[in-house]
């Protein structure tokens, strides 16, 4: 969703496709959130010398 897309980067300075690096096999830590409602996981890793955490439902899905 572009416009989805749009707004994270306006609003955290990050571009979802840049945030899937740290899915790429780098060291990162992930934990369950305490989100009660349903499944997700925080996962933190290090993207161009920044601390990134991306917050994920529990069931990673590939993009089209």
Do not use: C, M
Not at 8 to 27: E, T, V
Not at 36 to 52: H, N, P
């Amino acid at each position: 969703n572009e416009a989805k897309r749009q707004t994270n980067l306006g609003k955290h300075r990050i571009d979802f496709l840049r945030a899937q690096d740290l899915f790429d096999g780098r060291p990162v830590v992930i934990k369950p959130s305490s989100y009660a409602s349903e499944e997700r996981y925080l996962t933190t890793g290090i993207i161009d010398d920044r601390f990134v955490t991306v917050v994920w439902p529990g069931e990673l899905v590939e993009p089209d």
